[in-house]
T-cell receptor, first 112, second 121 residues
Framework: KNQVEQSPQSLIILEGKNCTLQ??????????LRWYKQDTGRGPVSLTI?????NTKSNGRYTATLDADTKQSSLHITASQLSDSASYIC???????????FGKGTSLLVTP | DTGVSQDPRHKITKRGQNVTFRCDPI?????LYWYRQTLGQGPEFLTY????????KSRLLSDRFSAERPKGSFSTLEIQRTEQGDSAMYLC???????????????????FGEGSRLTVL
């Protein structure tokens, strides 16, 4: 069973609207949680990285939140732009070891 | 460009042929990872190096797959006798370990290349 589950699987929103993507994980204990943006046919690019002691981290119009007690994270995108259309992947790093646990991603489509 | 670079970006080959991908990591990064990604899935770990040492290999990495990082800089991933099931995006990533961000045993910020897309006919 995947230790990182993302929802929704896909999402379509109108340009200018806000949206929130969810990530639930079971990795424990964990070191940090990352959100990546992956454009079609490209490699993932880091958006935010949060340690277990952080609750929120912003990067421009992207704001990630983390609740380590419930093992949930969200990525909120404000005032979406067409260029936000991509897959957003949640990645959880365990406290020990090298292995990163990747979610399957949420595919976001922003339409005019 | 000082990011992670991969070559070739696209490769189409016939079943049974051998293919080799190259990855040049960020120069000061000591860790290098290979991942495989199929459509609609997140990246799956294949193997990683710390400097020139290959420290871990996934069970996904069958004996047809071999990876090297001979001088602790660039790495190659070779697939022998390719099969149609090998069709995927092969991603390389590098990081500086230990990472500078807070948190015990941090794996370091991971920087990905643009990937090498393999199509096996």
């Amino acid at each position: 069973k995947n230790q990182v589950e993302q929802s929704p699987q896909s999402l379509i929103i109108l340009e200018g609207k806000n949206c929130t993507l969810q990530c639930n994980y079971t990795v424990s204990p964990f070191s940090n949680l990352r959100w990546y943006k992956q454009d079609t046919g490209r490699g993932p690019v880091s958006l935010t990285i949060m340690t277990f002691s952080e609750n929120t981290k912003s990067n421009g119009r992207y704001t990630a939140t983390l609740d380590a007690d419930t093992k949930q994270s969200s990525l909120h995108i404000t005032a979406s732009q067409l260029s936000d259309s991509a897959s957003y992947i949640c990645v959880v790093s365990p406290r020990s070891g090298y292995a990163l646990n990747f979610g399957k991603g949420t595919s976001l489509l922003v339409t005019p | 460009d000082t990011g992670v670079s991969q070559d070739p970006r696209h490769k189409i080959t016939k079943r049974g042929q051998n293919v080799t991908f190259r990855c040049d990591p960020i120069s000061e990064h000591n860790r290098l990872y290979w991942y495989r990604q199929t459509l609609g899935q997140g990246p799956e770990f294949l193997t990683y190096f710390q400097n020139e040492a290959q420290l871990e290999k996934s069970r996904l990495l069958s004996d047809r797959f071999s990876a090297e990082r001979p001088k602790g800089s660039f790495s190659t991933l070779e697939i022998q006798r390719t099969e149609q099931g090998d069709s995927a995006m092969y991603l390389c990533a590098s990081s500086l370990y230990p990472g500078v961000e807070r948190g015990a045993s941090s794996t370091g910020e991971l920087f990905f290349g643009e990937g090498s897309r393999l199509t096996v006919l």
